[in-house]
């Protein structure tokens, strides 16, 4: 059997995913670079879901100074079980201020 990709978005944002082990999951968010905002793991079991690599920053074509990007995160479901990915939109530098916006996927993996 092959593996296969899911792809995911912020119009995901709290909805359910199910895959089969050796899948892979991509969640893809949007991102201003120049906020100083950036998207960071709170929350995973990297037992059931392993994170492949670092996230990518893909930006348009030709981008201008202050444009929006997308960060990309890999995983690849690593063992059945279940797990909350919830991905956190902050300034690595704040660290008690709370999450400017947040991302939570349920992922059941088969």
């Known amino acids: 059997?092959?593996?296969?990709?899911t792809a995911v978005t912020e119009a995901d944002n709290r909805h359910a995913v199910t895959i089969a082990?050796?899948?892979?999951?991509?969640?893809?968010l949007k991102t201003t670079p120049g906020t100083?905002?950036?998207?960071?793991?709170?929350q995973i079991d990297d037992k059931v879901?392993?994170?492949?690599?670092?996230p990518q920053l893909l930006k348009a074509a030709n981008p201008i100074p202050g444009a929006p990007a997308t960060q990309v995160f890999r995983f690849v479901?690593?063992?059945g079980g279940s797990t909350d990915l919830e991905l956190d939109y902050v300034r690595p530098w704040e660290k008690s201020a709370p999450?400017?916006?947040?991302?939570y996927l349920g992922v059941t993996v088969r």
């Open 21 to 28: 082990v050796g899948d892979t999951l991509v969640v893809s």
């Open 1 to 5: 059997m092959r593996a296969s990709t």
């Open 99 to 103: 999450p400017q916006r947040t991302f």
């Open 49 to 54: 879901l392993h994170q492949q690599g670092e």
């Open 36 to 42: 100083g905002f950036s998207w960071k793991i709170s």
């Open 77 to 79: 479901a690593a063992s």
